[in-house]
């Protein structure tokens, strides 16, 4: 079955256009902004395995003394993207109400990443800040650390007694990058897509202004 090259071009613009929609999160183009003042982010940072879910901040504390520090920079939430290291407050909000009659120990350790399947693709590296188990009966689950150097943390909420896996609830942590950089897998989409619309554009060009056979 042969296809018009222009129905060709129309069906291909809506495939590039799929490709970018699909990117549209990563982007931030359908998230809202984080409110500097507000004690809770705009966009909900809600990280979940298969048997919990929480909403997560965390707050880095401005540094003493340094240049144009704002006030107001305490109260900005991050999600698991943190620009710097400093001293850090965490706050996981339990969606579920059940586990808020569970006790749940805190640990919070820097890894190294290993490119294994889960759970091995980490290694722990040392343990920077440890809490005892305890109940969180209003359902927030707080803790604060210092940081002292860039790269991959993981916050463990530790369930019961956590014996198994998955009452091992891990949040990753990057220190160090951009909150707001766009994952590369958005920018390979977006280039994907973008090369194939050039491509259409040129067929379409030569298909149109091609010089007529003389008979």
Avoid: W
Wanted: include cysteine.
């Amino acid at each position: 079955m042969n296809i018009p090259l222009s129905g060709f071009f129309r069906i291909a613009v809506l495939l590039s256009c799929c490709l970018l929609l699909s990117g549209c999160d990563k982007l931030g183009l359908n998230q809202k902004k984080t409110n500097a003042l507000g004690n809770r982010p705009d966009l909900d940072c809600i990280i979940a395995n298969d048997f919990y879910a929480v909403h997560f901040s965390s707050y880095l504390q401005p540094v003493k003394g340094e240049q144009n520090a704002d006030p107001k920079a305490a109260f900005v939430p991050y999600c698991q993207k943190i620009p710097r290291p400093g001293k850090m407050f965490f706050t996981a909000d339990l969606i579920d109400r059940d586990i808020r009659t569970t006790p749940i120990g805190i640990r919070l350790v820097e890894v190294e990443k290993t490119g294994q399947p889960a759970p091995d693709d980490i290694r722990e590296i040392r343990t920077v800040a440890e809490i005892p188990s305890k109940l969180y009966p209003r359902g927030a689950v707080e803790a604060q650390a210092d940081i002292d150097k860039k790269g991959d943390y993981i916050l463990y909420l530790l369930i019961n007694d956590a014996v198994e896996e998955d009452d091992k609830f891990r949040i990753p942590l990057e220190v160090g990058v951009d909150p707001n950089a766009l994952p590369l897998q958005t920018i390979v989409i977006a280039a994907v897509a973008g090369l194939l619309i050039l491509m259409l554009v040129f067929l379409l060009y030569l298909f149109k202004f091609k010089p007529k056979s003389r008979s």
